[in-house]
């Protein structure tokens, strides 16, 4: 892989930092995007804001990139532009689509199973450019942009350290109720869906073994874990971390309705058409063009990434007063003012949850 150079845009995420190692590991020169100013002996990073054309055109002029993965995040109608603009400057263009664009099935989702795009018949949420839409449009504008140099990556829920989801969320609406003695709202109608949990090093490590790889050419491959979970598990999984490493016992507080509150927390879409569906995966594909990835279960990579993540924080994460707010009157509890950093966010509490969310 010696003077083979790799462009990560945007490459600093969940999965973005474990694909620096991986690829510095196998011997690529490696190059990454970012806002922020990085210090390294290794890596070369372009400080500016990829969706700016002339940020964009000066870094692929700087040199030629064998390969460029692309973790940015586009409006549909500006997607278009942008791989005219890269495509014809590297041998293979890596598109980080999403696994939340598959329908709902009972079967074993493949690369060929239908795409909520193709098969919905939700009216209202076809007029809108939700995520799962807008990167199922996305992958058809790639496909059909006559480069066959692209390999379109569709992972699923990827967590690590930083980021352990439960059914209506990310762990920064759960974590710090759980810690501050509060309950954990979750709906109950959702704790039997199955979710594919990936761990980000495991998801990294399979799109470093795409890259270069000319049997990923042209085509479309999910990265998944091999054993789905519900979620159900996955908070009973959480119960036992925290009982064990902080001794205690996680509370939920229990709803039927998860549309209402999708709703309310403006996720509606969001929840209905992803955590809500059950979605289970063959990977078989991507195990024809890597070879084989032993994939960490879902509950040994959740224990171990919420054990570092208690081990590492000294603090309790300041809740958001508006979540706190609406879930403590679902809950029918109060949060104690200590927990907020601000008298901004203590004031602002007080008037949701006792005038707002009365």
């Known amino acids: 892989m010696k003077d083979m150079a790799v462009l990560l845009l945007g490459g600093t995420g969940a999965m973005g930092e474990p694909l620096q190692k991986y690829l510095l590991d196998s011997g690529y020169n490696v190059y990454v995007t970012s806002r922020k100013e990085h210090k390294s002996d290794s890596i070369k990073y372009y400080v500016g804001n990829a969706h700016d054309k002339l940020f964009l055109m000066s870094v692929l002029s700087a040199q030629h990139f064998d390969a460029i ?42 690369e060929d199973s239908p795409r909520l795009l193709d098969v919905c018949e939700d009216k209202q949420y076809l007029l809108t450019d939700e995520y799962a839409l807008s990167k199922a449009r996305q992958e058809d504008i790639l496909m ?5 140099n692209w390999t379109i990556v569709r992972p699923s829920l990827t967590y690590n350290t930083k980021r352990l989801q439960y059914p209506l969320g990310e762990l920064e609406e759960w974590l710090p109720r759980a810690l501050n003695g509060n309950s954990v709202v979750v709906s109950r109608d959702m704790l039997d869906k199955y979710t594919t949990m990936s761990h980000g090093d495991d998801v990294a490590l399979a799109i470093s073994k795409l890259i270069c790889n000319e049997k990923a050419l042209g085509q479309a491959v999910h990265i998944a874990g ?10 009973s ?14 509370k939920m507080t229990y709803v039927d309705d998860y549309e ?7 996720r509606y879409y969001q929840i209905k058409y992803a955590r809500a569906i059950s979605r289970r995966f063959d990977n078989s594909k991507l195990q024809s063009i890597v070879g084989e990835i032993d994939f960490i279960s879902a509950q040994d990579g959740l224990i171990k990434c919420l ?16 979540l706190t707010a609406y879930f403590d009157k679902l809950a029918h509890e109060k949060t104690p ?14 008037v949701l949850r006792y005038i707002y969310f009365k």
Request: glycine fraction near 2%; charged fraction near 30%; include cysteine.
């Open 237 to 250: 999984t959480y119960a036992r971390v925290l009982k064990v490493e902080r001794q205690l016992d996680l």
């Open 307 to 322: 054990r570092e993540y208690l081990n590492k924080v000294n603090k309790i994460p300041v809740p958001s007063p508006r």
């Open 69 to 110: 993965v692309d973790f940015m995040v586009y409006k549909t109608d500006e997607f278009a532009d942008v791989i005219r603009t890269i495509l014809p400057h590297t041998k293979q263009y890596v598109f980080i689509s999403s696994a939340r664009v598959y329908a709902p099935s009972d079967n074993l989702i493949t």
């Open 260 to 266: 209402k509150i999708s709703k309310d927390l403006g």
């Open 226 to 235: 091999a054993k789905a979970v519900t979620w159900g598990d996955v908070m």
């Open 144 to 148: 059909s942009s006559g480069f066959s």
């Open 337 to 350: 003012l200590k927990c907020f950093d601000t008298l901004k966010r203590k004031i602002k509490y007080l």
